[in-house]
């Protein structure tokens, strides 16, 4: 049994993986986290921890894990390892994936959050039943609303053939990132960073295409899943104004969606 673990290795952060330089970048987040690590060499060990550990970080060493996990687990690895990461964290079941260093910081949040867990904010996609039927509209009449009253909100553009939200907003020369900027973002996006990287219009923040005629380029779905996990994290309310183009350009998993 590694040092420092506990038997039942409850309420603690499980480490799977048997590279001494991954290793190394964990325990240092984990610390900054306040939290204890567990740090076991394979998916067999693993299984002893898992159902107790608070959250559970599996190395980008490891090749196969056990069935019937309950615990999220997210897959970590190190700035070079690319999209391997992502294939590798959809094959095994990971539910999210960090890149260190860059994303230490947020893994560190992540790790926070796990020993206490909050509910994340409510993500409502909008819809309209054909072509002009104004659902733009009504997202955004939602959006000022919800905003009128304190909540957090964040409108995000799900149409890159509408023309761009940020037209209907008259907010085109307001700074702060577009999907564009986003389109190949790779590991998870710390909501904060996310939250102070988009532009504010009528006391909300939103997320659009550009409003041009070029033809957009489609968003990698690993990069449309760290931006809804971000806004989950980051907003209390997320609205989708999915349009006719989603279905071709992002997969927002998780969504409830809504004429």
Wanted: proline share 7%; aromatic share 4%.
């Amino acid at each position: 049994m590694p040092a420092g673990i506990r038997p039942d290795g409850a309420g603690e952060v499980l480490l799977v993986t048997s590279s001494g330089v991954l290793r190394a970048e964990v325990e240092r987040i984990v610390a900054a986290a306040g939290a204890h690590l567990h740090v076991v060499p394979d998916a067999v060990e693993a299984g002893r921890y898992w159902e107790a550990a608070a959250a559970v970080l599996v190395g980008s060493d490891v090749r196969e894990l056990q069935p019937r996990r309950s615990t999220p687990a997210v897959m970590v690895g190190l700035d070079g390892e690319g999209d391997s990461l992502w294939h590798l964290a959809a094959a095994l079941g990971a539910e999210r994936v960090a890149v260190l260093p860059d994303a230490a910081a947020w893994l560190a949040d992540h790790l926070s959050r796990s020993r206490s867990p909050g509910p994340g904010g409510v993500v409502l996609g909008i819809t309209g039943g054909c072509g002009g039927a104004g659902a733009t509209t009504a997202a955004i009449w939602i959006a000022q609303a919800a905003a009128g009253l304190g909540v957090r909100v964040l409108l995000v553009d799900g149409d890159p053939w509408g023309g761009g939200l940020e037209l209907a907003l008259a907010a085109e020369e307001t700074p702060g990132l577009r999907w564009p900027d986003l389109a190949e973002a790779r590991g998870s996006i710390d909501p904060l960073q996310l939250s102070d990287s988009l532009p504010v219009a009528g006391g909300f923040s939103f997320l659009s295409w550009p409003a041009t005629r070029e033809q957009p380029l489609p968003v990698a779905a690993a990069a449309a899943a760290g931006v809804l996990d971000a806004a989950r994290r980051g907003y209390e309310l997320v609205l989708l104004d999915v349009g006719r183009g989603q279905s071709r350009s992002i997969r927002w998993p998780g969504t409830a969606t809504g004429s």
